[in-house]
């Protein structure tokens, strides 16, 4: 028996405004904004909430001695499309060039990995 249900993936930004707009890009959806804290609910239901976090420092990856925390997978049709979109929103690539792999990874206006992925 589970002790406890998923509520919400918080992330840390130095701008919670700016990030859970990039996401709303990404992923569709609606944002509300209550001070420091903004929630992004998904077209699906599903929700990403982001926290402002003056002395946030960004991951790097890869880096074994820096952790990346953590990263979302976000699944898609079409690679290149998807590509094209997020780093025009302002997604930078970290590991994208091998074109035959059904992934590849980014990372967000804030410096969190995620990766696209035709899965």
Do not use: I
């Amino acid at each position: 028996m589970a002790l406890a249900k998923l509520g919400t993936v918080v992330l840390d930004c130095p701008d919670p405004r700016a990030l859970a707009g990039f996401y709303a890009e990404v992923l569709g959806g609606t944002v509300e904004a209550d001070g420091d804290w903004v929630d992004l609910t998904t077209p699906d239901g599903r929700a990403l909430a982001f926290q402002a976090s003056p002395g946030f420092v960004a991951p790097e990856w890869p880096a074994p001695d820096r952790s990346q925390q953590f990263h979302l997978d976000l699944t898609v049709e079409d690679l290149d499309k998807a590509e094209a979109g997020v780093v025009a929103l302002g997604a930078k690539p970290l590991d994208a060039d091998d074109r035959s792999r059904s992934w590849r990874v980014y990372a967000d206006p804030a410096g969190h990995p995620f990766c696209l992925c035709a899965c």
